[in-house]
Each structure stands twice: as structure tokens, then as C-alpha cells.
């Protein structure tokens, strides 16, 4: 499934499983860790910066984001992605 992720719109294809997986009550860090490795290369074509302002349109405080390396980027983004595309599935 495809899903926008920020103003710069970045496209994401994360599966519909993946998405259920990284984005459920509780603690998700440890999914989206386990399937940070799917997804690495598709999120390295992204601008690191574009990413990081997509966290900090989501809520996530800039001076936090601002100090997070690429591999935490890279979790926040595949959490909240994912989530997005798990409400969509359940608002239709």
C-alpha cells in the first residue's frame, strides 16, 4: 500500500501486514525495528530533511527531531506511516 507521508509528500509502500504490525496498541518500537531492514533502501532514497519535517508535522518536538540520527528517523517515519495506513484501511 502507498501512503503519504508529510507536506513534501513522500511516497511510502509499506504492505498492509507490515502496517498492522509497526502500528497497534502498545509499544511498537520493537516491530518497526524488525522490519526497519525491508525497508532501509526505500527510505535512504528520501531526503533525510524532508523526513525529519514530516515527524515534526506529526507533533514530535523540532529540537528532539533535529538530534535524531537516520535510524531513529527512519522509525518515527515507518511508525507513523504505518499508521496512517492502518486507519485508512479502517475508515473505509
Known amino acids: 500500500m502507498y501512503t503519504y507521508f508529510g507536506e513534501s509528500c513522500i511516497e511510502l509502500n509499506i504492505t498492509r501486514k507490515d502496517a498492522e504490525s509497526m ?8 516491530d518497526v525495528r524488525a522490519l526497519l531492514p525491508k ?3 526505500q ?7 524532508d523526513l525529519r519535517d514530516g515527524i515534526i508535522e506529526c507533533g514530535i518536538e523540532s529540537e528532539r527531531v533535529k538530534e535524531m540520527d537516520e ?3 527512519f522509525i518515527y517515519v515507518l511508525w507513523i506511516a504505518s499508521g496512517d495506513i492502518v486507519e485508512e484501511i ?3
Open 23 to 30: 502500528s497497534h496498541k502498545g509499544d511498537c518500537e520493537q
Open 39 to 41: 525497508y532501509r533502501n
Open 43 to 49: 527510505l535512504r532514497k528520501k531526503s533525510l530533511n
Open 71 to 73: 535510524e531513529e528517523v
Open 90 to 92: 479502517y475508515a473505509r
